[in-house]
């Protein structure tokens, strides 16, 4: 860290800067290391200093390496320059074939589909993990990896630079004309301002001098006849913590994701939701969660909205807005109207409550045989198609004496096809009207096995309506408020009616805002670390003029790039135009 | 009304087209003459000056005009074509605006219309940069970049005005897709001047006779990596801008700030690609050649992700409309 060798450097390299910076940059031939005040960066840095001279791991003839000199030599190619760039490269690539393939945590409908459509790549595909890219060995490896070089880079970094933020700026060089901007400026009597009562003296100019760079947000410190300053610590300061925000991210979403818990639910309207986690459809956990995390709270759905266009030909029935009113209770007592939408969660409870889907639930009534209720429920159907042909299942294991399933098509609009057929021409209950499937047989639910409810296995079950052609097992057509017996005896089906239903998507998740700070923090960091130059301006008195003998002494600034500056140069010069200014002196050129 | 109004608007888009044509051959013409220019002043020719700082490995620049140029003017078919990229950007706004009025909205919330928003900002940030620096030699690049764009939107991408589906209702569109689009701008930008970089570095390798005359008008090879570096760095920041914003509104929307969607993959892996490239460009042996190449691949992926990624990858950002 000593100045002199810093002063030898820059007056080497400045004679060697006859071209481009890249020339500056190899023919050093300093001590590299050793740079007072400058980032710390890996040895194959374009800024820092020559390889050979720091024990480089390019080094051909290594001498034997003992364990502490391998670890040492693969923690130096662990945190270079070019295993960084590896790394990120591999990074990119090893993200694509996430989104060739269906991700199971993403669509993993798509993964089941995937499965049926190449039954003999799939195995191959998911043995290597590539439906779960994001969490896969191999994709986990490369940013682990990433994250310990990036760690192994700033930690040192971070130590150097909060030694360099203390580090006076260095001792004016000795030669200034090799530097960037460098100009002269004569003082002497003819070149005084008007209005200037007298020549400044060699101590005020470099006291004016300091006290300008100062102002200017310079550190400065005065050598003899000279100041020497440097500014923008924070470009370095931005840098460090642009890669420590980053970490911060991987670590908020890799332990605070675990404090979460997400859940989904389906609510027709008038029905009401417990956080509770037997009210939820589907859950998943964090993985510390436990049962405490869930705050109490009720949530009905008094009503599900969709508005239509209804004057644009080309999107006429398109939905431009969905509602649901909600009626909450929290623990305390109060219960509030909310209006979840699309884009504008509820916020409830340390949850948000997206709306996330709707569709039509049928209220049906079913009578077996013997002319008792054997069903009487709210059946949500799934849409099938933009207009919400919707399909859903209805399963009656008390009917007497056999079991009765239901297989439903409801049209929202029904309109009869050419075919016979019916289908949906508008999303909205124009014409409503369901359709139905009849089978008898033993469902199968007895047994324990799990099963969909919204879907029917009609293995070993006998059809009684709905097969192709026969007018007298022909689907059951119902309009709301509608019976009709079903064929054989075996009981009848009353629609009493529409309702809509919402699915909602209810989030915890503690990690959020860790990782919004971060990521506000890697911005600000980014931005001082591009955008704020980091430069070194010397301001010289040199006794004597240009040698026409009219000057007392000569003023002489340069300044000195510390990573990229594309305004140095005019930095310099705006410097020693306030300067000549505040002195009181006129530059001629 | 709003049928017609759309309709005003893709005749302004085409008559833009056309005079975007007219400016690409005039950019054309301007490299052709500049390799007469070169051969007739070939002799007295300054050498660019360029100051070296000593640590910074880094080119201080100064305003160096190209090294045969004499005055800032250009020749005449540059100043056409320059003029014609205005008229063409006026017409081509004004097809933009009608868009807009017809949806009531901002006019890019399909493909269509983020085709014809993003080629207008790329045309406007070509022009604006001159300011900053003469960049006109990438004329060619720019107008024919967004020409093609163009033909494709209008002919392949061309929806009616629809109204936005409740997923689209939010201010994140006109934050989140603005700044994708500039930061696409500054990309493509940003691929012109790699690929001259490339372009000049061949040359400059080449001992015998070096092809291309009009290169020698534009900067040397490290200058132009300089200004690549530059153009990408604020391309690099919007981007980033980009995936925060994208992030935050796909919390509120989808109720995940981030689900390994096809466009978040891919807004990502471009993210990495030119993060890669900042380092590559920091990296001893890495900087010029290599990091443009790494830069024409960062916006090959920038273009992918608009064009194959939007149309035929499945996923939560199926907007294009078609």
């Known amino acids: 860290m000593s100045r002199s060798s810093d002063e030898t450097r820059r007056g080497r390299a400045g004679a060697a800067s006859t071209g481009t910076g890249l020339d500056a940059a190899t023919d050093r031939t300093d001590d590299g290391a050793s740079l007072a005040g400058d980032p710390l960066r890996p040895s194959d840095h374009m800024d820092s200093g020559p390889a050979a001279n720091r024990g480089d791991v390019d080094d051909v003839n290594q001498p034997a390496l003992g364990l502490v000199g391998y670890v040492r030599f693969f923690w130096r190619q662990l945190t270079s320059m070019r295993t960084a760039l590896f790394l990120l490269m591999m990074l990119a690539l090893a993200a694509i074939p996430g989104s060739l393939v269906p991700q199971r945590t993403a669509d993993p409908n798509g993964v089941t589909q995937y499965e049926v459509d190449h039954p003999k790549l799939f195995p191959i595909l998911d043995s290597l993990q590539v439906f779960d890219t994001y969490t896969s060995v191999w994709f986990s490896a490369i940013y682990l990896l990433l994250f310990v070089s990036l760690i192994g880079c700033i930690v040192p970094r971070t130590r150097h630079h909060w030694q360099a933020l203390r580090t006076r700026p260095p001792r004016t060089p000795a030669r200034l004309h090799r530097l960037a901007g460098f100009q002269r400026v004569p003082v002497g009597p003819d070149v005084l301002a008007d209005g200037t009562p007298a020549l400044p003296t060699a101590d005020a100019a470099v006291s004016s001098a300091m006290a300008l760079l100062k102002r200017s947000g310079y550190r400065v410190e005065r050598f003899g006849d000279s100041v020497s300053a440097e500014r923008g610590y924070l470009r370095e300061t931005g840098n460090l913590v642009f890669h420590a925000a980053l970490v911060g991210v991987l670590l908020a979403v890799g332990v605070g994701g675990g404090f979460g818990y997400t859940g989904q639910r389906l609510l027709v309207e008038g029905q009401t939701f417990s956080n509770v986690l037997g009210s939820y459809d589907s859950f998943i956990p964090g993985r510390w969660f436990s049962q405490s995390q869930l705050h109490g709270y009720n949530l009905t759905l008094d009503k599900f909205t969709t508005s239509y266009e209804t004057e644009n030909l080309n999107a006429l029935g398109a939905a431009t807005d969905y509602n649901a009113t909600v009626t909450s209770r929290t623990k305390g007592g109060a219960t509030e109207q909310h209006d979840i939408k699309v884009n504008s969660p509820l916020s409830i409870g340390g949850t948000n409550v997206y709306l996330l889907g709707n569709g039509y639930a049928m209220q049906v009534t079913v009578r077996d045989g013997q002319g008792n209720v054997a069903f009487k429920d709210v059946v949500p159907f799934l849409p099938q198609d933009s207009n919400y042909t919707s399909l859903g299942v209805v399963k009656v294991p008390d009917a007497k004496p056999d079991q009765l399933g239901m297989v439903g098509f409801f049209y929202p609009t029904a309109v009869k096809q050419a075919t016979g057929a019916y289908a949906s021409n508008y999303p909205d209950v124009e014409n409503p009207l369901l359709s139905l499937q009849v089978y008898t047989g033993d469902l199968g639910l007895d047994d324990g096995t799990p099963q969909s409810v919204y879907q029917l296995s009609t293995k070993g079950l006998k059809q009684i309506a709905g097969t192709s052609d026969s007018a007298l097992t022909k689907s059951i057509a119902l309009k709301p408020g509608q019976t009709k017996t079903l064929p054989g005896g075996t009981g009848s089906v009353t629609f009493d009616g529409v309702k809509r239903y919402v699915s909602l998507d209810i989030h915890h998740d503690p990690s959020q805002l860790w990782v919004a700070l971060f990521a506000v923090l890697a911005v600000l960091g980014l931005l001082t670390s591009l955008f704020v130059p980091r430069r070194r301006v010397w301001v010289k008195v040199v006794p004597g003029g240009d040698g026409d003998g009219g000057a007392a002494f000569t003023l002489e600034y340069a300044g000195l790039a510390r990573g990229e500056d594309p305004n140095l140069e005019r930095a310099v010069a705006d410097i020693a135009n306030r300067h000549a200014s505040d002195l009181g002196v006129r530059i001629t050129q | ?322």
């Open chain 2, 1 to 322: 009304m709003t049928s017609n109004l759309a309709q005003y608007s893709v005749v302004l888009v085409y008559s833009a087209m056309a005079v975007y044509v007219i400016a690409f051959i005039a950019f054309v013409l301007d490299l052709a003459k500049r390799t007469g220019e070169v051969q007739v002043v070939a002799a007295a020719q300054q050498p660019a000056k360029t100051v070296a700082t000593v640590q910074g490995g880094t080119v201080v620049l100064e305003r160096v005009e190209a090294p045969v140029r004499s005055g800032g003017r250009g020749t005449r078919f540059e100043r056409v074509a320059f003029a014609m990229m205005v008229l063409g950007l006026v017409l081509h706004v004004g097809g933009i605006v009608l868009r807009g009025v017809a949806a009531h909205r901002v006019p890019w919330a399909n493909m269509f219309e983020f085709s014809i928003t993003g080629t207008a900002i790329i045309v406007l940030i070509f022009l604006l940069v001159q300011l900053w620096q003469n960049l006109r030699f990438l004329g060619v690049f720019v107008s024919g970049l967004v020409l093609i764009l163009l033909g494709v939107a209008t002919v392949n991408f061309y929806v009616d005005v629809v109204p936005l589906p409740p997923a689209l209702q939010s201010y994140w569109l006109v934050l989140h897709v603005f700044v994708a689009i500039c930061g696409t701008g500054f990309f493509a930008l940003g691929a012109g001047l790699a690929v001259s970089q490339l372009v000049q570095t061949y040359r400059q390798g080449r001992a015998d006779a070096k092809p291309l005359k009009f290169m020698e008008t534009l900067p040397d090879a490290d200058r132009l990596e300089v200004l690549t570096y530059r153009v990408i760095l604020v391309g690099f920041v919007l981007w980033t801008f980009t995936l925060i914003a994208g992030a935050i509104w796909a919390e509120r929307a989808w109720g995940r700030y981030w689900g390994w969607d096809t466009k978040e993959v891919w807004t990502f892996i471009i993210w990495v690609i030119y993060a890669g490239y900042i380092h590559a460009r920091a990296t001893r042996g890495w900087r010029g050649a290599r990091s443009s190449w790494l830069a024409l691949v960062g916006f090959a992926a920038v273009m992918f992700n608009f064009s194959v990624v939007n149309l035929f990858f499945k996923g939560l950002h199926s907007y294009s409309g078609l």
